[in-house]
């Protein structure tokens, strides 16, 4: 029988299945939870965890850690995937059916993830050439790891430092890197590979992406934990307490830090992936399901790193030891394999595991873009395979200026300004849009217009000014202002707003100042996850829990603003360096589409197909759930009405 190249594409990369709306769909429910717990895992359970593990040693650890994971983690990845099933659609789509004022928060988050897309394939480069030298004995980089990394890899000439305080620091040389470059083109082909046909070649991709690190996973541990002195490391890890640190601000910044950079919300992959599921799949056990498998791979590969570690001899709280991401996968864990017995074999087992999770962790990422162009109404008629191809062109020609001889500066100004400002300003307004702008036409038709601005504002600018002040002044003045502009506005918008003539559930119910604080505080949230739940909580699925909108808008949005307040200090340090200024003040262009989008919010309709932008039209139906259904090939969009009373509503939805 003869069997035609078609056919062996065909049969390695078939076409995707199709929902009943036409969409694209994953070939199993299996399929899309490892290819988004591809993206979330990555160099950064591997490499980044250790580190800062590493800076607050021991078991106090997972206590800011798992309350991160739940209350900030978590409810945001809940948000993301939930909004992209539903809606069924790119990021923008997926937010302009929350409002469409918030089609700007959409596409700032699919350029986050872009740009990090950008610099990622030219870290996986570095880890390249480390995998093709692991096959050279001796080492190369043995007795001289920092020499080669940043002589023989990196290959970028010292800057020049400023010789008086108003210059600026210089970058020597320009050229391009040839190695790099040569694996820069390898790994943007194998990108093109795992997505050019979608979810149903990625749906097959990811079973070797996800499944071979894994496997590789336990080998690297074995080799690790048997080293002479690894249980020193494991030690430092998982069998100390210093509980003291719990007192500081540093441990909670840096779990916090850690579960959000982690987990990957906020580079649009997840509402892109979440997109192509079938429309009552189960969104919230998926999404926790995902969290739990990335924390599980970072915590376990942890005992890896500790382990050689504790065979290196390194001592936390040690001044002339500092890890890093970079220190970590490019000298720490590389001097530790050139003194292993079977070095070799370890460190192709090593580099080659790096570079699969960073080849799934950089197709997700890609595919935010691919999505976005894919909805878009200008080229919808245009084939995936076209669209694919382009971008990962476009993306390779932007990747290139990290594969010079300033490059590597360079990347770590992007990814510095790219994760500490734009990757959480832009998880921030997620958070605030999805709890303060969805279905606003109830909350003014009960409470008013006035009533309604006051409070989002006094909200708003409780944070603003409360890390604002706590920069200036101090945590405890911070607090003091925060607290005390959000107790203002609240009680000015109660007395400003009337007396809602629709009840509030149970306690906020017994009289009208209590309604009309729960109208203000927490409807939008809440009629959101009702909403949704109408979707996905459907049949056997999970639901929604009620606290999860609480948390979204009064936890984690707070926790936000915290973290992002700390970048604008930290510019000061760096503001004699123009690779710094630029990825400042690309980082500033960036969040501006967010506000753009607020203001003009029709210049960014051509990013949603014409039969879903009415997706963010609502009527005033105060209490009645809406549910968004799919939109049919040939037909208009149409809304599905469940009504029902709140009284009738399970006492545990209330």
């Not at 926790?288 to 050689?308: D, K, L, M, P, R």
């Not at 079977?342 to 890609?366: E, H, M, Q, R």
């Not at 909350?443 to 604002?468: F, N, P, T």
């Not at 990013?607 to 997706?615: I, M, Y």
């Given at each position: ?570 510019f000061s340090a760096k503001s004699q360096d123009p690779l710094h200024i630029f990825a400042f003040t690309v980082a500033h262009c960036v969040m501006a589409i967010i506000g753009l989008g607020f203001i003009v919010p029709r210049w960014f309709d051509v990013f949603v197909p014409a039969d879903k932008l009415q997706l963010s039209e609502t009527f005033y139906a105060p209490q009645v759930t809406l549910a968004p259904l799919a939109v049919h090939e040939g037909q208009e969009v149409e809304e599905q009405r469940v009504m029902e009373e709140h009284e009738a509503e399970p006492d545990r939805e209330k």
């Amino acid at each position: 029988m003869r069997v035609t190249f078609k056919q062996v594409v065909d049969w390695i990369a078939p076409d995707a299945d199709k929902e009943e709306d036409g969409r694209d769909k994953w070939p199993s429910r299996t399929s899309f939870i490892l290819a988004a717990m591809g993206g979330a895992i990555g160099l950064g359970n591997l490499l980044r965890y250790p580190s800062v593990v590493f800076a607050n040693n021991g078991l106090q650890w997972f206590i800011p850690y798992f309350i991160a994971l739940f209350f900030l983690g978590i409810p945001t990845l809940i948000l993301e995937i939930c909004i992209g099933q539903a809606y069924r659609g790119s990021v923008v789509v997926a937010f302009n059916g929350i409002n469409k004022r918030a089609k700007g928060v959409g596409l700032a988050v699919v350029m986050t993830g872009y740009i990090v897309a950008t610099y990622y394939v030219p870290i996986l480069s570095w880890i390249m050439h480390y995998f093709r030298v692991s096959f050279t004995s001796p080492l190369p980089w043995t007795g001289r790891g920092r020499e080669f990394y940043m002589d023989d890899v990196i290959a970028n000439p010292d800057p020049i430092m400023p010789e008086t305080s108003s210059g600026y620091i210089e970058y020597p040389a320009t050229g391009i890197v040839g190695e790099t470059v040569g694996w820069c083109a390898f790994m943007w082909f194998l990108i093109w590979l795992c997505m050019f046909k979608g979810v149903g070649s990625t749906g097959r991709v990811v079973y070797f992406t996800m499944g071979l690190p894994v496997i590789m996973l336990i080998v690297i541990l074995g080799r690790s934990l048997s080293l002479e002195n690894a249980t020193r490391g494991v030690k430092h890890y998982f069998a100390e307490w210093n509980g003291s640190q719990l007192g500081s601000g540093g441990i909670w910044q840096a779990a916090c830090g850690q579960i959000f950079f982690s987990i990957g919300v906020g580079f649009g992959y997840f509402t892109s992936y979440a997109s192509y599921n079938t429309k009552y799949a189960n969104a919230v056990q998926d999404a926790i399901i995902i969290a739990c498998c990335n924390s599980a791979y970072e915590v376990i590969g942890g005992f890896a790193v500790f382990g050689v570690i504790g065979f290196l001899g390194y001592t936390p709280g040690d001044p002339t030891i500092s890890l890093s991401t970079f220190t970590v996968g490019f000298l720490t864990y590389p001097l530790a394999l050139a003194e292993m017995p079977g070095s070799n074999v370890f460190s192709v087992l090593f580099f080659l595991t790096l570079a699969i999770l960073g080849l799934s962790s950089a197709f997700a990422l890609v595919e935010s873009m691919v999505t976005l162009i894919c909805d878009c109404r200008m080229t919808r008629g245009a084939s995936r395979v076209t669209i694919c191809t382009g971008v990962i062109v476009v993306s390779f020609l932007l990747s290139l200026i990290y594969c010079t001889e300033f490059g590597f500066y360079l990347l770590d100004a992007v990814d510095t300004w790219t994760n500490n400002l734009v990757l959480l300003f832009a998880v921030w307004t997620e958070c605030v849009c999805s709890t303060t702008l969805y279905r606003y036409k109830d909350v003014w038709g009960q409470v008013g217009v006035v009533g309604h601005i006051v409070y989002s504002l006094g909200y708003v600018l409780a944070m603003v000014l409360g890390v604002a002040v706590g920069q200036a002044v101090g945590p405890e003045a911070g607090a003091g202002t925060g607290f005390g502009v959000f107790i203002v506005a609240t009680a000015v918008a109660i007395l400003l707003s009337k007396t809602p003539d629709t009840g509030a559930p149970r306690f906020w119910g017994k009289n009208h100042w209590l309604t009309k604080a729960w109208w203000l505080a927490f409807y939008s949230g809440n009629q959101l996850r009702r909403d949704l739940n109408v979707i996905i909580a459907t049949g056997k699925n999970w639901r929604i829990p009620v606290v999860w909108p609480i948390v979204l808008r009064y936890v984690s949005a707070p926790i936000l603003a915290i973290v992002v307040s700390f970048a604008y200090p930290a510019f000061s340090a760096k503001s004699q360096d123009p690779l710094h200024i630029f990825a400042f003040t690309v980082a500033h262009c960036v969040m501006a589409i967010i506000g753009l989008g607020f203001i003009v919010p029709r210049w960014f309709d051509v990013f949603v197909p014409a039969d879903k932008l009415q997706l963010s039209e609502t009527f005033y139906a105060p209490q009645v759930t809406l549910a968004p259904l799919a939109v049919h090939e040939g037909q208009e969009v149409e809304e599905q009405r469940v009504m029902e009373e709140h009284e009738a509503e399970p006492d545990r939805e209330k």
